[in-house]
T-cell receptor
């Protein structure tokens, strides 16, 4: 089975940097996804990590350490529109590629 | 390219009734997955259909079923509704050939009274 942990809620100030952590336990690891979900809307894809290291995409970066079962999503230059839930999801080896999701981290950005 | 379309957007039912939800994937995508989202449990996987066959199944009771048509559109059915079935039901599509990102629909918000 798989177990994914991420903080329930975080708050940050507009213009600041925030790091959302995700730890996972899985019998076989394939890849890790981050999705963003605004209230009442569909989750949308942010990033995908399969190898160790940092993947940067504009204001958002995602890091993976497979040996530690750890990932983080880094959001820079926070904007009010970044207030959303951030979902960490892991796919296991074995071929099904069905992601298991964490419960999500609700990020509140205030002025 | 049109996104994933789910209908209806909102649904209110009473206990014991049944419900059918519909999902049209992105054109060319052959895999459709269904998820239940609740505040307490997060996103829980229900099942995945690929080329009209159920390819993977989560840990939900048999009251939850689905099917996929030749045009890749999918339906999900819940029979004998219970209060605990109140949730946002999300459909997601992908081409289905590897470890790919999911494209989600906006979901159907089901309330069981």
């Amino acid at each position: 089975g798989q177990n994914i942990d991420q903080p329930t809620e975080m708050t940050a100030t507009e213009g600041a940097i925030v790091q959302i952590n995700c730890t996972y336990q899985t019998s076989g690891f394939n890849g890790l996804f981050w999705y963003q979900q605004h209230a009442g809307e569909a989750p949308t894809f942010l990033s995908y990590n399969v190898l160790d290291g940092l993947e940067e995409k504009g204001r958002f970066s995602s890091f993976l350490s497979r040996s530690k079962g750890y990932s983080y999503l880094l959001l820079k230059e926070l904007q009010m529109k970044d207030s959303a839930s951030y979902l960490c999801a892991v796919t296991a080896s074995g071929g099904s590629y069905i992601p298991t999701f964490g419960r999500g981290t609700s990020l509140i950005v205030h002025p | 390219k049109a996104g994933v379309t789910q209908t209806p957007r909102y649904l209110i039912k009473t206990r014991g009734q049944q419900v059918t939800l519909s999902c049209s994937p992105i054109s060319g995508h052959r895999s459709v997955s269904w998820y239940q989202q609740t505040p307490g449990q997060g996103l829980q996987f229900l099942f995945e259909y690929f080329s009209e066959t159920q390819r993977n199944k989560g840990n939900f009771p048999g009251r939850f079923s689905g099917r996929q048509f030749s045009n890749s559109r999918s339906e999900m059915n819940v029979s004998t509704l219970e209060l605990g079935d109140s949730a946002l039901y999300l459909c997601a599509s992908r081409s289905g050939t590897g470890d790919e990102k999911l494209f989600f629909g906006s979901g159907t918000q089901l309330s069981v009274l």
